[in-house]
């Protein structure tokens, strides 16, 4: 299930620099002995009029409140093939039950409206992630993959997704109480097509993976859809929601088995965002 989709209706490597990483990201330690991110300069989400273009580079540090939705209102991103994505992500308030949503759509099937993998006529959908404090899923939503446009192809921790060990509050490789910078690549094989999207997630400034995951791996006639669409250029979006709406007591598919409470989260707020040509290393 698309946890987007829900309010919208009702995851050889190529020159980037080995110190890329830490340059934007030597505020961590900070961060760590703080015990709390400065937020000044931050702007609201705004339905996703905070983002102008798609000149990731340029992106401002966002803040993103619970009943956030953004559908199509931030411009396309260009081809994401060959690239690497990186952000910092601050969900230590996003609790139990709710779903931080940031993914990206081919909105141009729907002629440049909104769509998923939940639509009657779906279309490829990449949750970059679906996560609180306690579960983290990446996800790639295609006719050609395993679980079919409905149920996509997804890695992380919680529910039934595997490939990330020790997260969440506390956690012994990601905690959740800080923030985390995270990674995405998409390297192509000899014929241009997407062979995987590869999550890695840092933390302290540390250029040692805290955790990382290859999505899709083998799911080859799925990749080519997405590959199609990452070419055209994919609308990205937010959305922040509850899965009390789907059922109380939380879905067996999310984070019924991780937590057991509820509450309203607080915003979250993605920051550092940074799109560079190449598919870099796990150090950078």
């Known amino acids: ?20 990483f830490l340059e934007a990201h030597d505020s961590k330690p900070d961060v760590a002995e ?27 540090c966002v803040i993103v409140e619970r009943g956030a939705s953004t559908f199509t209102n931030i411009p396309r991103l260009p081809n994401m093939l060959d690239k690497t994505l990186k952000v910092t992500v601050d969900l230590s308030a996003v609790g139990c039950r709710n779903v931080l949503a940031f993914q990206m759509v081919d909105s141009l099937h729907n002629g440049g409206q909104y769509c998923d993998g939940q639509y009657d006529d779906p279309c490829v959908e990449i949750d970059f992630l679906e996560a609180n404090e306690h579960v983290w899923g990446t996800n790639i939503h295609a006719g050609g993959v395993s679980g079919g446009w409905k149920n996509g192809v997804a890695k992380g921790y919680g529910g039934d997704r ?90 067996s598919w999310y984070d019924q088995g991780q937590c057991s409470y509820f509450y309203p989260g607080a915003p979250a707020t993605f920051y550092q965002w940074q799109l560079l040509d190449g598919y870099g290393t796990a150090d950078v």
């Open 162 to 251: 595997s490939g990330m060990w020790n997260y969440g509050v506390d956690g012994g490789n990601v905690n959740t109480k800080y923030p985390i910078d995270v990674n995405y690549n998409f390297p192509t094989d000899s014929d241009g097509n997407l062979m995987y999207i590869r999550v890695t997630m840092y933390q302290f400034g540390n250029t040692q993976p805290k955790a990382e995951f290859r999505l899709g791996e083998g799911q080859t006639e799925g990749l080519k859809q997405t590959t199609w669409a990452l070419r055209a250029g994919m609308a990205p979006g937010f959305s922040y929601w509850d899965t009390e709406g789907i059922a109380s007591g939380g879905v």
């Open 34 to 60: 703080m015990g709390a991110l400065n937020t000044t300069g931050c702007v609201g989400l705004d339905s996703g009029f905070a983002f102008h273009n798609n000149d990731v580079n340029n992106w401002p």
């Open 1 to 20: 299930m698309s946890f987007g989709s829900f309010v919208a209706g009702m995851g050889c490597f190529v020159g980037v620099l080995a110190d890329a």
